[in-house]
């Protein structure tokens, strides 16, 4: 049996309420994240067949061909926001690309073309991409040497969620796939 620890040997103590801030925020904005890429498998054979309507396009061959899309825009948003974060700084770089993901997301409501959602696709990713890779960063950067592992497995694993609320969106959207990007 292992002796009880004392309160100052927890992982978390002395964690200040701005590292938890950071936790939080940064969590949250991979829980969208994740969302996002989950959300597109979801609905994209619904998207697809919609915007390609009666021009009986191979969805599949789309679907895939977006996904391929996706990872790319997520590389480069990645290298990119890393290169910004550490030349203006990890917070301002954050919040631009959580505004992104989320404009560009919000954008795809109004996609009637394959090309938006290429174009869409590319640029959520970027912000997606870009924002995981500045708030791991972030994350591992605000706190302490003997918190650091901890913070940074409850930012990882954080993402379930997003895939969850992917998943509960999808069946309440239904064949109403545009909503889901709101």
């Avoid at 309160?7 to 200040?16: A, L, M, N, P, S």
């Avoid at 650091?148 to 930012?155: V, W």
């Amino acid at each position: 049996m292992q002796p009880e620890l004392n309160r100052r040997d927890r992982w978390y103590h002395g964690v200040t309420g701005y590292q938890w801030l950071v936790l939080t925020i940064a969590s949250a904005g991979w829980v969208f994240d994740v969302y996002e890429g989950q959300i597109f498998n979801i609905t994209r054979n619904q998207m697809l067949a919609d915007i390609l309507g009666n021009e009986g396009g191979d969805v599949k061959k789309y679907g895939d061909m977006f996904l391929g899309i996706f990872l790319l825009g997520g590389t480069i948003g990645g290298l990119a926001a890393g290169s910004l974060a550490d030349r203006f700084g990890r917070r301002p770089i954050m919040v631009v690309t959580i505004l992104a993901y989320s404009i560009f997301s919000g954008l795809t409501y109004f996609a009637s073309e394959l090309w938006h959602v290429a174009c869409l696709r590319f640029l959520v990713a970027m912000g997606v991409g870009g924002e995981w890779a500045v708030a791991a960063s972030l994350v591992s950067e605000v706190f302490p040497a003997r918190a650091r592992a901890h913070a940074s497995g409850i930012f990882h694993a954080s993402s379930v969620l997003g895939t969850w609320m992917a998943a509960v969106a999808g069946m309440a959207v239904g064949i109403h796939w545009r909503y889901a990007y709101l």
